[in-house]
């Protein structure tokens, strides 16, 4: 008859290293998501955005809400940037709050070229929907 094996680890102490398996796992997930988001990686400094052109001679309303739409868009990808860049990066300033968007100063200096083009581009956005409509109601 064979000598009876014991297992001498109990179940009990694997569990630190499922737990470490389980986080290096979700952390595999989570980078794997951010590279399908973002296949170039976050780099402000490489970033251009342009938004739409506004259109000359628009000749409905629907083409100046377009060219609303498309801009918004843009800003939303551009404060998309913003928000990652400053869940990556540790505060160099004072906690972020929604005010800081109003008064167009950014919590970490890191990204504060996004944070001023936010504001920027919704500034050109609104000029050129502004100028839309005027250029249509020129042409009635």
């Known amino acids: 008859m064979a000598p009876l094996q014991v297992a001498t680890a109990s179940p009990v102490a694997n569990i630190p290293w499922a737990i470490q398996k389980a986080h290096q796992q979700q952390a595999a997930e989570d980078l794997a998501a951010w590279k399908s988001q973002w296949p170039l990686g976050y780099n402000p400094a490489a970033s251009v955005v342009m938004l739409p052109l506004t259109p000359l001679s628009p000749t409905s309303a629907e083409e100046c ?10 800003i939303k990808d551009v404060a998309v940037h913003h928000a990652a860049c400053l869940n990556s990066t540790a ?24 944070h001023r083009a936010m504001g920027r581009l919704s500034d050109q956005a609104n000029a050129g929907f ?6 249509l109601q020129g042409r009635r």
């Open 91 to 114: 505060s160099d300033r004072r906690p972020y709050s929604w005010t800081d968007f109003k008064e167009r100063e950014c919590s970490n200096s890191r990204c504060e070229s996004l």
């Open 130 to 135: 502004e100028r839309c409509m005027k250029a």
């Open 65 to 74: 809400s377009r060219y609303k739409d498309n801009s918004t868009d843009m």
